[in-house]
């Protein structure tokens, strides 16, 4: 097994470079040739070609493959499905915003989770994904379109707090002055609520946003759509919010789809707006995304703002998310579904 050099820190590098017997400041020239994105050893022309060679025979480095690429017809969105090493799959969607490129990446190939909403959490779970490979979908975008990605959000595909470590190595990275430089201000990680790794985040105080994926206002709704809600109760977890929020001073931001006739009442706007009342928060709103086979409709625009209007009663600012690439996002987990039943056609996979 080689070495996944591009998930290495600067002073693991320097570790690993000094047994091959190089100086200090080798490291350093290759922590930044793999943050910048190269795919081989030989782009790094400042390093001697005997320790390139002495590189390429002990480590690997990551990459992700643009399998297929769907460009938005109403807006610059951009949807990719990547491809790494070992063939499993994963999507990623690139937004242009005034302020600049946000890329939305996947931290896992498949969900365990099982909300039934969720295109991914349909499809199961095949594997983690590790820090470069998380580093790799940012760059393949930006040497795609030849642009910087200012932001990042993690939600794509998978649980980020259900890959703890490399989620952290990856913020680590991704966040180093050295390295694409974006700072934790600037990422959002987005969680369906493992609760005791958001007091293990909160303690470690990035500056991050975390999002919330709440999606109800209370138990019962809320097993039924999102079964680690059987494990983690809305109380339990709307506590660990607040000791986010008190520790890191962060607004939390909470994901609420709509779903027609299931999350979407008044008395569901009422009770969240209860629920959630003195907390430093925003509710996202997002009218759900219909998956196949699961039988859910997006609630109607005067249904959402009349639930906005509810929350705002009791002091709870919330948006309905605007909703880029409509036409091309279905939403993350259906690209690479999609590309799964082709193979699945032709004989690739069973
Ligand atoms: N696993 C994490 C992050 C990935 S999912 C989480 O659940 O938060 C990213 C966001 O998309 C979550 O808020 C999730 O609840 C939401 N989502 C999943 N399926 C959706 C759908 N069909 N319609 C609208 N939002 C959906
Ligand atoms: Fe997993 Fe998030 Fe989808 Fe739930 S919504 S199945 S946690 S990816």
Redesign the pocket.
């Known amino acids: 097994m080689k070495t996944d050099i591009k998930s290495m820190y600067e002073s693991e590098l320097a570790d690993m470079l000094a047994k091959m017997g190089e100086p200090k400041y080798r490291a350093a020239q290759v922590f930044k040739w793999l943050q910048s994105g190269v795919k081989s050893f030989d782009e790094m022309t400042n390093i001697s070609k005997n320790l390139r060679q002495k590189l390429v025979q002990n480590c690997h480095i990551s990459s992700a493959a643009i399998e297929k690429k769907l460009i938005s017809a109403y807006d610059d969105t951009e949807k990719y499905l990547f491809s790494f090493a070992d063939g499993e799959m994963v999507e990623s969607v690139l937004m242009k915003y005034h302020h600049g490129y946000t890329s939305c990446i996947s931290t896992q190939v498949g ?1 365990k ?3 039934t909403f ?1 295109a ?2 349909k499809s199961g779970f095949a594997r983690n994904l590790t820090a470069s490979e998380m580093l790799s979908q940012l760059q393949s975008e930006q040497q795609d379109n030849n642009i910087r990605i200012s932001n990042i959000v993690l939600m794509g ?3 980020p707090l259900d890959n703890f470590d490399n989620v952290i190595r990856f913020l680590k990275l991704v966040s180093n002055e050295n390295g694409m430089n974006i700072g934790m201000r600037h990422i959002s990680l987005s969680t ?1 609520g493992l609760v005791p790794r958001i007091y293990e985040l909160a303690d470690m105080k990035l500056q991050l946003t975390l999002s919330v ?1 709440l999606h109800a206002p209370n138990d019962q709704i809320r097993s039924r759509t ?1 079964p680690v809600n059987r494990k983690y109760n809305i109380g339990q977890l709307l506590e660990a919010c607040r000791y986010y929020a008190k520790s890191t001073g962060r607004r939390i931001s909470f994901e609420y789809a709509m779903i027609d006739g299931v999350n979407d009442s008044d008395a569901c706007a009422k009770e969240l707006g209860e629920r959630l009342k003195g907390m430093l928060a925003h509710v996202n709103l997002i009218p759900v995304n219909s998956v196949s086979g699961t039988g859910y409709k997006k609630s109607k625009r005067e249904r959402m703002q009349r639930f906005i209007n509810i929350l705002s009663g009791s002091g709870i600012t919330a948006t309905v998310r605007r909703t880029l690439g409509s036409d091309i996002n279905a939403s993350c987990g259906q690209l690479r579904r999609s590309a799964a039943d082709e193979r699945m056609k032709k004989g690739e996979i069973s």
Do not use: F, L, R
Request: a negative charge; charged letters at 10%; one cysteine or more.
């Open positions: 969900c989770m099982g909300c969720c991914t959490g595909m998978g649980e369906c994926s999102m």
